[in-house]
């Protein structure tokens, strides 16, 4: 039965790391051939990194033991992050690049007086695991809060111009296989930020519907454009 669980686990989870690594490939793909970011932002995928670098710490084993799934998926998320990153900051114009910068200078040293917080002050994994854990919830549910914005947008302009289907289905996907993860075992940091990603992506998944219609289909092909 536990080796059934494990099993299932693995699945998901490698599931998971697929889906969230394509989300924003389509943006990217886009970027690569125009050679211009245009006005695509780059918050997204800079929460999203410090996402995965909260969730590789809360991974290894001075923090919460037998994660090695999870070390292994988000490690190979921050991979896709730097990579979509470097993109953007060979692509972005010179202001569009100082601003990543100092946004990844912020990040680094965020994440040293975290490590070194816990580490230094806390002595238990099961209390590390706790204060980690509270810090991923709380940067997790800001980054699948971030389309909030654009739904706002969608209701106001009565157009999903800027909230593609595939990158609403993707997020809603995201949210579904970690929530489904958290429940083998029972993991509550894992549920609360990604059960929240997965109403938020059902949420933006019912606006589409509602507004597609009145949406031009140019409109409703284009990519999220956002101020830089």
């Given at each position: ?62 923090v919460h033991p037998n994660s090695l799934l999870v070390i292994t998926i988000n490690g190979i998320g921050i991979a896709f992050e ?147």
């Amino acid at each position: 039965m536990i080796m059934n669980q494990i099993i299932i686990r693995n699945i998901i989870g490698i599931i998971g790391i697929c889906n969230s690594s394509m989300i924003y490939r389509p943006t990217y793909i886009q970027i690569i051939k125009s050679k211009d970011v245009k006005k695509f932002s780059p918050i997204p995928y800079l929460a999203t990194l410090l996402n995965c670098l909260l969730w590789f710490f809360y991974g290894l084993p001075i923090v919460h033991p037998n994660s090695l799934l999870v070390i292994t998926i988000n490690g190979i998320g921050i991979a896709f992050e730097v990579f979509y990153l470097t993109v953007f900051l060979i692509y972005a114009a010179r202001q569009g690049r100082l601003k990543v910068m100092k946004l990844l200078a912020l990040e680094t040293v965020f994440m040293i007086v975290v490590v070194t917080s816990v580490l230094l002050l806390i002595h238990t994994t099961t209390k590390r695991s706790l204060v980690v854990g509270i810090l991923c919830i709380i940067f997790g549910t800001c980054m699948y809060a971030s389309p909030l914005v654009v739904m706002k947008l969608v209701i106001q302009t009565k157009s999903v111009e800027f909230m593609p289907f595939t990158l609403s289905l993707a997020s809603f996907l995201n949210g579904v296989c970690w929530t489904s993860y958290g429940f083998l075992p029972f993991d509550i940091n894992l549920l609360v930020p990604n059960g929240l990603g997965t109403l938020f992506g059902l949420a933006q998944l019912v606006l589409y519907a509602c507004y597609f219609k009145s949406t031009s289909k140019k409109d409703a092909r284009a990519e999220v454009e956002l101020p830089v």
